[in-house]
Every structure is written in structure tokens, then in C-alpha cells.
């Protein structure tokens, strides 16, 4: 986990103060896909991301500008507005990943880890609402703004205004929504779309009916690239029994999904959702867990059990009765769940507090738009709005 100084809770619409202190020192290294990193040394210390104190060359008082010449203020990130709504964005999102990011398309641009991380910091500060700081995103990745039931949400996204996708990296999709009274201190994820049939169209569904704060989808199908990831397990996701891919976004650091997801594990207390699918008729329709091997009770993932099982689906519990031989979907080396479990290396080794991650495997009738309001359901009676 990053170890930044930072306060124990963080809203959408707070965040940039801290980013603007935490980001002071980031990495500034020219890594390819990121461009022009870094800004203005102007000032009392109040950079963007990536900003390294003003030794940008060329922006600041670093080397190769002119010390006598002052900088110029920082460039803002404003936010167009985009001419379609959040499920329909994601939805052209979602299709265009099924045509060219399909398995062993190799269409994910591996970045290296100083890139991920100076993208997903970027990435943070577009999605804060005050729209001042820099935020010197990749060319193919725009910020937009739109309203979902009436809160004001920014979306991070390879796409133009007009909601059409222009992928180059395939680093993924990102949206916040600006907290207010009935919004939820919620993430939702995606890191299986198109692979996890429907889950690329019932994670924002969720997300937008129960007015969660925090949304984040993979850029590709798990299986696209055929480089390895490095990280424990094996899966027959893509073919026969074999390491996890590189594009596999919960089984993989190297995906810019797994950055932001490491960021928001340190700079919110917000849980985590995040939703799967499985044909395995040895599963139950909904395999609940949160990581760690074992069954807590009281936890979020047992209060979405006990939710979803109300609404009269088979539920299983893993660390009560799960995993089995047949049915072994528990999570245990989910690279997102360890990392917010505080594992010193989510690739390879678990964590110790696996109170905010949720996993849920899903047959097909709880992907459906039937299931989907039931899942939606389950999450508005788990957790409150503000």
C-alpha cells in the first residue's frame, strides 16, 4: 500500500488538498504514454500531480528554463460536458472493449509502475470537482461531467464528448460522483467486463441506482494480452490451466485498475464492491466473500448475503461452507482485496483486514436487469446513504 500522509477519510470533493501535498514529490520520470508530466514552481508549494516541486524541466525553475523567467499558474482540468448519460457511456465503453480488447488482442498498453501510478494520480485529481488543479492526463483520455439522479459526476475515460470511444492504452474507465445527502460511501468495480457476461453493464447500473461515490471498470477483457502477470494462482478463464494474464485486472498490479484501486484503499475509508460472474452449476447463484478465507458475521459481505438471500437466491459463504473441490471462487488471490487487506505485495502474499472488500460471483439470473435491481437492492439495505 502507498504510504502517504493522509487523513483517515476523504470525500470526493476533499481529496485535492491532500493530493496537491502527497503529490509534491511524485515520481517525474519521462515514462512514454504519460507525456508531459510535472508544472509550475510558482507559488508556495501547492503543485498538481505529479509535479515533483517545479523541477520540470521546461515548466518550472528546473533545469533547462530560464531561472529569471516566472512560470506559468498551473493549467486547470476542466470538465465538458458529455452529451450522453453514465450507463450509456459505459455501455459504449463496454462494446467497444468486446471488439478491440478481446482475448489475446494484446490491446492493454503495459505501463511501467511509475506510469501507473502518476496516471492514477492524475486520474484522482480530474475527478475531484473543483476543476483548478492540472491534470495532465495521457492525449486519449478526456475528463467529462454529467448529472446521474441529480449529483454531479465526473467520468475519466479513452472517449470524445459526443460519448465515443477512442481508446489508444486501454488503462481503463473511472468516475466520482460529489458527495451529498443520499449518496453512498461506496465503490463499485468491474474488473472482468466482457468476460464476466454483463457485469461491464450491471456495475454501473449499481453504481447509479444507488447513487455510489466511486466507480472503476477495467479497459479490456481479462484475457487480452497474453504476457503473464506474475501474481499467485492459476485460472482456465482463458483457455487451458495457466498463470493469470497481465490484462487480468484482479489478478494483476500492473493495470492502471489496480493503481486507482490502491489509491482509493489509502486515501478513503469507502468499501469496496466488486462484482463477477461464473456459469459453474456447482456454485450457488451468488458466492459471497471478502478474501480472507474465513466468514465474519458481522461483516459487509455477510450483510449482502444475508440480503441477497432474502430475495430468494442460493448464497454461499465462503469461510462457511466455501470453497469446495468444484467451487473454489472465494477470492483469496484477488490483488484488490489483499491490497486493501494491507499486503505488503498484493501480487504474492495476503493481507490482514478484509472488512471492506466484497466479491460477489454471480450466476447469469443475477446479472440480468431482474438481479441487477436485486443486487442494486441489497446494497441500499447494507449500506446507508449519507
Known amino acids: 500500500m502507498r504510504s502517504l500522509p493522509l487523513a483517515a477519510t476523504l470525500s470526493a470533493i476533499s481529496i485535492v488538498a491532500v493530493l496537491q501535498v502527497a503529490c509534491s514529490g511524485a515520481d517525474t520520470s519521462s515514462g512514454a504514454p504519460l507525456g508531459a508530466r510535472g508544472g509550475s514552481s510558482q507559488g508556495s508549494g501547492n503543485n498538481g500531480p505529479g509535479n515533483n516541486n517545479g523541477k520540470d524541466p521546461g515548466t518550472g525553475t528546473g533545469a533547462g528554463t530560464d531561472p529569471g523567467t516566472p512560470s506559468p499558474p498551473p493549467a486547470a482540468c476542466p470538465a465538458p460536458a458529455l452529451s450522453v448519460g453514465f450507463t450509456d457511456a459505459i455501455a459504449n465503453i463496454a462494446n467497444d472493449i468486446g471488439t478491440a480488447a478481446g482475448p489475446s488482442s494484446n490491446s492493454f498498453k503495459v505501463p511501467t509502475a511509475a506510469d501507473r501510478d502518476s496516471f492514477v494520480t492524475q486520474v484522482m485529481t480530474a ?8 491534470c495532465p492526463l495521457p492525449a486519449s ?16 475515460a479513452e472517449m470524445d ?21 443520499g449518496t453512498r460511501d461506496l465503490i463499485v468495480e468491474a474488473p472482468h467486463p466482457i468476460s464476466d457476461t454483463n457485469t461491464e453493464t450491471q456495475a454501473p447500473a449499481v453504481w447509479s441506482t444507488t447513487r455510489s461515490e466511486w466507480f472503476l471498470l477495467a479497459g ?20 487451458k490451466s495457466a498463470p493469470f494474464r497481465e490484462s487480468d485486472a484482479a489478478h494483476s498490479t500492473k493495470t492502471a485498475f489496480w493503481g486507482m484501486h490502491d489509491l482509493l484503499s489509502d486515501q478513503t475509508t469507502a ?15 451468488a458466492l459471497v466473500a471478502d478474501g480472507s478465507g474465513t466468514y465474519t458475521a458481522t461483516g459487509f459481505a455477510a450483510k449482502m448475503a444475508s440480503e441477497l438471500a432474502t430475495q430468494g437466491h442460493t448464497v454461499g459463504k465462503c469461510g462457511s461452507g466455501y470453497p469446495t473441490t468444484k467451487c473454489d471462487l472465494c477470492a483469496l488471490d484477488n490483488v484488490e482485496g489483499r491490497e486493501t487487506a494491507g499486503s ?4 504474492t502474499a495476503m493481507g490482514s483486514d ?7 460471483e454471480q450466476h447469469s439470473a443475477l446479472r440480468s436487469a431482474t438481479g441487477t435491481q436485486q443486487v442494486a437492492t441489497a446494497v441500499e439495505k447494507v449500506f446507508a446513504a449519507r
Open 161 to 181: 464528448a459526443t460519448g465515443k470511444p477512442a481508446p489508444k492504452l486501454f488503462w481503463g474507465t473511472f468516475a466520482a460522483r460529489k458527495q451529498g445527502k
Open 271 to 285: 468499501p469496496f464492491l466488486q462484482l463477477h460472474g461464473n456459469d459453474a452449476t456447482s456454485c450457488p447463484e
Open 127 to 134: 475527478l475531484v470537482f473543483d476543476g483548478s488543479e492540472k
Open 344 to 347: 505488503a505485495d498484493a501480487c
Open 141 to 156: 483520455y478526456h475528463v467529462f461531467s454529467l448529472t446521474d439522479h441529480g449529483d454531479e459526476v465526473r467520468v475519466v
Open 354 to 360: 478484509y472488512s471492506r472488500f466484497i466479491h460477489i
Open 220 to 239: 479490456t477483457h481479462r484475457c487480452a494480452n497474453t504476457g503473464v502477470s506474475g501474481c499467485d494462482g492459476t485460472t482456465d478463464a482463458c483457455g
